[in-house]
């Protein structure tokens, strides 16, 4: 005797599946924005960072120019870019508002700057990166 499952047997199954994954697939979308949105702050905090580094290192002004499609660091009055990257719009997260440069001078101090916000989001998620005027940025939660 062959034994085997019967349609309504497949039919249930085949709805429980359904179901399943009709509640996962917008956990897993969320998720995913989220850590997208939290990696793409944390990159514009690293890109503070070496910035900072750089003019404080080089003795030198450079600018750190920030906008959805790129990161670049360059001195002060143009010249070939010491480090660039692409921005959080390679990963979907919309970085709002208009361009921001930040100046720093060969100490370290942004030039120019009481504080800045920088808004990303994607989806539902967002996170608010803070860069104050003395080189301190966060990530506000």
Excluded: C, K, Y
């Excluded at 850590?35 to 080089?58: D, F, G, Y």
């Excluded at 440069?101 to 370290?108: A, K, L, M, V």
């Amino acid at each position: 005797m062959r034994r085997a499952f019967t349609l309504p047997e497949l039919v249930l199954v085949v709805a429980v599946a359904g179901i399943l994954v009709g509640i996962a697939v917008p956990l897993v979308g969320r998720a995913l924005d989220r850590i997208e949105v939290e990696a793409a702050a944390a990159h514009l905090v690293a890109a503070h960072q070496r910035a900072r580094i750089m003019a404080i290192t080089r003795n030198q002004v450079v600018v750190l120019s920030m906008d959805s499609s790129a990161l670049m660091i360059s001195p002060r009055g143009g010249g070939t870019s010491l480090w660039a990257e692409v921005g959080p719009a390679r990963s979907g997260v919309a970085l709002v508002g208009p361009a921001r440069q930040f100046t720093f001078s060969p100490e370290g101090i942004t030039l120019g700057l009481s504080n800045a916000t920088l808004q990303l989001t994607r989806g539902a998620s967002s996170r608010t990166v803070v860069i104050s005027r003395l080189g301190r940025a966060r990530v506000l939660r």
